[in-house]
């Protein structure tokens, strides 16, 4: 999916100014509550609310071709967290490559994005994902237990019964 890009200079420098900052070996991440959040909500064809991401690589990072990668690297893993845990919505975040993010794998941009957004409180809770198992029903103490419908080596053809 698509997100909405910061797209005016005053937002970068607000957020750079006003907002809580983590970083990271290859991220830095700002993040400021975006107060025109519910009017582009309503301004949105599906009325949902999102964020304004705004990616600001610097000449440090290195040639136009890196600049590029970095940015490119960033957002694909900013898109895979979204994806896969959900980002809280209503915010601006403004993420700034180091020179490092343009020479690892995107799986450890993605690792350290995660990070930080994690210690900015912007990604929900952690929940152990997995399914409890069913309990199992003790039958009455009565009760024989229940026999199988079909008897072993039944479902072999030719086999007598």
């Known amino acids: 999916m698509k997100f909405t890009a910061i ?10 100014r ?14 400021l509550k975006d107060r025109h959040a519910s009017l582009l909500q309503k301004q949105h064809p599906l009325k949902i609310r999102t964020n304004r991401i705004g990616i ?7 040639g136009a071709v890196q600049r590029n990668r970095a940015k490119r ?4 893993a900013y898109r ?17 490559p180091y020179p490092k ?6 799986q450890d941009v993605k690792r350290d994005l995660r990070s930080c957004l994690a210690r900015l409180d912007m990604l929900p809770p952690r929940e152990d994902h997995r399914k ?18 079909h008897t072993p080596g039944s479902h072999i053809p030719g086999a007598a019964p």
């Open 56 to 62: 600001s690589a610097s000449k440090k990072v290195g």
């Open 7 to 16: 797209t005016e200079n005053h937002l970068y420098q607000k957020a750079y």
């Open 132 to 149: 409890p198992e069913p309990e199992s029903v003790p039958s009455p103490a009565g009760d024989p237990p229940a026999e199988p419908s």
């Open 18 to 31: 006003k907002g809580n900052r983590k970083s990271s070996a290859t991220v830095g991440v700002f993040v």
């Open 73 to 76: 690297v960033i957002r694909e």
């Open 101 to 106: 993010a343009a020479e690892v794998k995107m």
């Open 80 to 96: 895979q967290i979204d994806r896969e845990i959900g980002v809280k919505t209503g915010y601006l975040i403004v993420i700034t």
